[in-house]
């Protein structure tokens, strides 16, 4: 599975940005996409996920301000990002977990999102 994100910039505080990513490639019909950000110096974390299936889990930092959704046709995952924080500044990374047990997981390669206060 090959993962293809975009969409990362630069906004202040307050503002919006939403990302995206594409699974192309042996897709597993049962699968959760989902992102993590990485902020300099801290760990990477759970952002939001969201399986086949529909279901969702957010990170509670992120609760009410972020969306994510998901195009089962085109295996395209979305995180819609309101009211931007200086927090949430970080590499966002896309990730895929397909199969029966969802352990077969993959990464892409990040999308830089910058928040100015």
């Known amino acids: 599975v090959q993962l293809q994100a975009s969409g990362g910039g630069l906004v202040q505080a307050g503002g919006s940005l939403r990302l995206s990513c594409a699974a192309s490639g042996s897709i597993f019909s049962r699968n959760a996409m989902g992102w993590y950000r990485q902020a300099p110096g801290k760990q990477r974390e759970l952002v939001a996920t969201i399986a086949s299936a529909g279901s969702t889990r957010y990170a509670d930092s992120v609760k009410g301000r972020f969306t994510i959704s998901r195009d089962n046709a085109k295996n395209t995952v979305y995180l819609q990002m309101n009211s931007l924080k200086p927090e949430d500044a970080a590499v966002y990374y896309c990730?895929?977990?397909?199969?029966?047990?969802?352990?077969?997981?993959?990464w892409g390669p990040g999308t830089l999102v910058t928040v100015s206060s």
């Open positions: 990730n895929y977990r397909g199969g029966y047990y969802l352990d077969n997981e993959y």
